[in-house]
């Protein structure tokens, strides 16, 4: 997941400009159990500095990416081992992936893009609510506020 994310970063600068890490892709995953369901959340950070004709800054502008991948299935058929994604994606009612990229990051006013899709919340009942972009462009306000929420019911299969 690391190196999906840091190959996605370098190639969208492969025209562009460059980008120069300041470190290596960091991940993060918790487990969640929710009774006959399991979910799988999974965080993954690259940060850097990027130069291009507008940058104005010496050390360049600062880019800041976050990709959130979330599993939820039945927590009986959960895979005892897995070697790749992939193999989440298999066994999962419904796989999300969304990416977040702060441009030239500033506070108050953030600039980026964003894509995919966020699990919002989950019921133990099988239902649940999902971030969708809608628009992919943000600036000076929060990215999630331009995405709509779906609602979803893993009783009835899987979400694709």
């Known amino acids: ?3 999906k994310l840091k190959d996605e970063v370098e190639s969208d600068w492969s025209d562009l400009g460059n980008f120069t890490p300041e470190s290596s892709p960091t991940c993060k995953i918790n487990l969640h159990p929710l009774k006959k369901w399991f979910g799988i959340k999974a965080l993954v950070n690259y940060k850097g500095r990027t130069m291009d004709p507008s940058t104005d800054r010496a050390k360049g502008d600062p ?3 976050h990709a959130w991948y979330d599993w939820l299935g039945l927590a009986e058929t959960l895979p005892k081992e897995v070697s790749k994604p992939e193999d989440l994606d298999e066994w999962a009612h419904i ?3 969304y990416k977040v990229t702060f441009r030239d990051v500033q506070h108050p006013g953030p600039f980026g893009f964003h894509e995919g899709r966020m699990i919002k919340s ?3 009942d099988g239902t ?3 971030y969708e972009v809608v628009e ?3 600036q000076d306000l929060a990215p999630i506020s331009k995405c709509k929420e779906v609602s979803f019911d893993l009783t009835k299969g899987k979400v694709i």
């Open 128 to 130: 649940g609510v999902y």
């Open 95 to 97: 796989a999300t992936y």
């Open 122 to 124: 989950f019921n133990f």
């Open 63 to 65: 880019e800041d990416v």
């Open 1 to 3: 997941m690391k190196e």
């Open 136 to 138: 992919r462009r943000f």
